[in-house]
């Protein structure tokens, strides 16, 4: 999520550099010493498959990232979005293409909605089922309603048109609050998962799933989970990881985890997120609020990846993307 202002400016730019960190990869390999006996999950995320600067400039809190087919050809894209300080007066989607390596932009625009601050978030998902991913923008606070806000803008018109703004049964929402979206309970409408980090009444981090089909005015899941509660060192999204057809939840450890690795635990759908399906330190080092995290099968390998998008402070003096499978 965050400065510069033209990005258009900037677009011509391909870097084209695919950099090698052996440094870091050889010390996590140290650390983290391949188990021959590894089942292939539990040797997930200790190779990186793609590291790279993009046609992005370094990037601020004013951006937040995230990853979607935006182009249909099976390649999951780079979607950022510009949340203020732009040139359109409003909050633009710059989007590179993954099959260019993330070196050329396929869209870049403003849209409807006006530029927007730390009480919004935002997330993609296809809610008018037209096979484009549409943008989920999640007010936070000091809303109308008094209510946490969705409000959705459609692919098909490059983000011009809303087709859903309404108030959700939750109440309004702050930091302690990451949300994503998924079709939890596989009616082919995407759901919103709310994650309450911290101050929960189970003391553990909590999901909460509004459901799509009645826009989002019910729960389909209020629950406690196996992981304790969580801070700003933790990143979450939402991944079928042991293709068993439900979501399951995936929580990023960026920094003060055991391995001093970036760490990847994920809780399973099928038990309502009782379970780990996977806790693992990866190839990647401690990661700061410079880093987003999102997940994708970049290789289509039917397996998800972890995309860690580096928004400042590169070698590449650009938004760089750091794939994990
Ligand atoms: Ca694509
Ligand atoms: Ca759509
Ligand atoms: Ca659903
Ligand atoms: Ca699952």
Redesign the pocket.
């Known amino acids: 999520m965050r400065t510069m202002k033209a990005i258009a400016a900037l677009a011509p730019v391909a870097l084209g550099a695919v950099l090698s960190f052996p440094g870091s990869a050889a010390a996590a390999g140290k650390d983290h010493a391949p188990d021959r006996n590894a089942t292939a999950g539990a040797a997930a995320f200790r190779n990186f498959i793609l590291q790279t600067g993009t046609a992005l400039h370094e990037t601020d809190d004013t951006f937040a990232t995230a990853t979607a087919d935006w182009d249909r050809d099976g390649r999951p894209d780079l979607v950022a979005v510009k949340k203020s300080r732009t040139g359109t007066n409003s909050t633009e989607v710059h989007i590179l293409s993954g099959a260019s390596n993330f070196q050329r932009f396929v869209l870049q625009t403003g849209t409807a909605l006006h530029e927007t601050d730390g009480t919004f978030a935002f997330t993609l998902a296809d809610w008018d089922r037209d096979g484009r991913p549409d943008l989920v923008a999640l007010k936070k606070s000091r809303t109308g309603t008094n209510s946490t806000e969705v409000h959705i803008l459609s692919g098909a018109s490059n983000f011009q048109r809303f087709i859903l703004q309404t108030g959700t049964a939750l109440h309004e929402t702050d930091d302690t609050f990451d949300f994503a979206a998924t079709?939890?309970?596989?009616?082919?409408?995407?759901?919103l998962v709310a994650v309450k980090k911290s101050r929960t009444g189970t003391n553990s981090t909590e999901v909460h799933i509004l459901?799509?089909?009645t826009n989002f005015q019910r729960y389909?899941l209020q629950t406690g989970t196996a992981l304790h509660e969580t801070d700003g060192t933790f990143d979450f999204a939402a991944a079928d990881w042991d293709r068993d057809g439900r979501p399951d939840l995936v929580a990023v450890k960026k920094s003060r985890t055991g391995t001093n690795s970036t760490e990847v635990h994920i809780l399973s759908g099928a038990t309502n997120f009782q379970r780990y399906s996977l806790q693992t330190g990866t190839a990647l080092h401690e990661t700061d609020d410079t880093f987003e995290f999102s997940v994708a099968d970049w290789n289509r390998d039917g397996r998800q990846d972890l995309v860690a998008v580096k928004k400042r402070y590169t070698g590449t003096n650009s938004t760089e993307v750091h794939i994990l499978g």
Do not use: T
């Not at 079709?183 to 759901?191: C, E, Y």
């Open positions: 079709d939890w309970d596989r009616d082919g409408r995407p759901d459901s799509g089909a389909s």
